[in-house]
């Protein structure tokens, strides 16, 4: 509340800021061990210049928690469409019998694995899956993605503190390509989408408000309470898992401040997720690309709005071939070989 009340410069909030010196952190240690070379890994503007898909539909992933409702709808349109999630619900796909083509990642801290993991605290086999992720990624996690990695800069507004810093501190991957650090990973995930200049982009987990008392969707609270334990060097039981999940629904429930109307229906949110909504709004109106929101629950109404059986069954017709971008390389290569 404080840092609310007055104003600071750009030197204090670099210090206050507790994102900063993860990403400073994280950059060094990526640098020092040669994760940008690593051969499982490329950069944005590598997937930007080959274009490996464009115009087909693409369905967005968030962990709303409206997501319970939906997620095994898509198992069957799966070859039909992009598939790109947040991280934290990398389970939830998996756990339906989905793979998504791309994972996006933003959180610079080491638990961002919990989304990786069954509730036993083994890690997923993602060596078919492609992690999105910026240069300022967290080595650990880097060392547990056994897939491909596409690295971007995160960028912000010049005018504020982050944006000088994240140019000065990215500057040896400059050329990377980059991605705006818009507040939350939904909006990255929404930026990444417009690299494949999609016919269509359809939402699913974006509710930005809360639906039976939940936050996200189910699991997500349980795998941040197995991170917290093992964290803590806490036994770890199923009574104590649900005992801190429930505790950190009631938690979130109780950050409730706002009530969004849609069609007269009161939907509880917060203002965090206000400027969320607001965020993503803005994106998309940039965009200029189709958004359908088939979310089934939330906020969301800026765009058009429409239950995702039918909207997959009318956008996502045709097979696509899908491609794994590290070996797009080597046919560029031989292609450019036989010319010469």
């Known amino acids: 509340m404080e ?3 007055r104003h600071y410069t750009n030197e204090e909030l670099l210090k206050l800021d507790p994102f900063i010196k993860y990403w400073e952190t994280n950059y060094s240690i990526n640098l020092k061990n040669g994760v940008f070379s690593w051969e499982n890994s490329k950069p944005l ?154 016919s269509c982009v359809l939402l699913m987990g974006y509710d930005f408000a809360y ?38 629904h009631e938690f979130f429930i109780s950050t409730r401040d706002l009530v969004a109307k849609i069609d007269t229906v009161e939907i509880p949110t917060t203002k965090l997720y206000r400027k969320y909504l607001e965020v993503l709004g803005v994106l998309i109106k940039k965009s200029r690309m189709l958004v359908i929101n088939c979310t089934e629950g939330g906020i969301l109404a800026s765009v058009p709005i429409a239950p995702l059986e039918p909207a997959l069954k009318k956008f996502c017709i045709n097979e696509i071939k899908k491609k794994n971008i590290f070996d797009l390389e080597f046919s560029i290569r031989q292609r450019r070989g036989k010319r010469r």
């Open 3 to 5: 840092l609310e009340q």
């Open 45 to 198: 503007l590598f997937l930007k210049n080959i274009r490996p898909y464009q115009r087909i539909p693409v369905v967005i992933v968030a962990a709303g928690p409206s997501l319970d409702k939906n997620i095994h709808i898509l198992k069957e349109f799966q070859g039909k469409c992009l598939i790109i999630c947040v991280d934290i619900v990398l389970f939830k796909l998996i756990e339906n019998g989905i793979r998504p083509d791309f994972v996006i990642n933003i959180d610079p801290h080491p638990e961002t694995t919990s989304g990786w993991k069954d509730l036993e605290g083994n890690l997923y086999d993602t060596s078919d899956l492609t992690l999105v992720c910026p240069t300022t990624a967290n080595y650990e996690a880097l060392c547990n993605w056994k897939g491909g990695i596409i690295f971007y800069n995160q960028s912000d507004d010049l005018k504020n503190h982050k944006g000088p810093f994240l140019r000065k501190l990215t500057k040896i991957t400059s050329n990377y390509g980059s991605i705006d650090n818009s507040l939350f990973i939904g909006a990255t995930a929404f930026q990444f989408a417009g690299v494949f200049n999609p």
């Open 211 to 248: 639906s039976d008392n939940k936050a996200f969707c189910d699991g997500v609270a349980e795998r941040k309470s197995i991170h917290h334990f093992k964290t803590e060097n806490l036994p770890i039981t199923k009574e104590a898992i649900e005992t801190r999940s429930k505790a950190l």
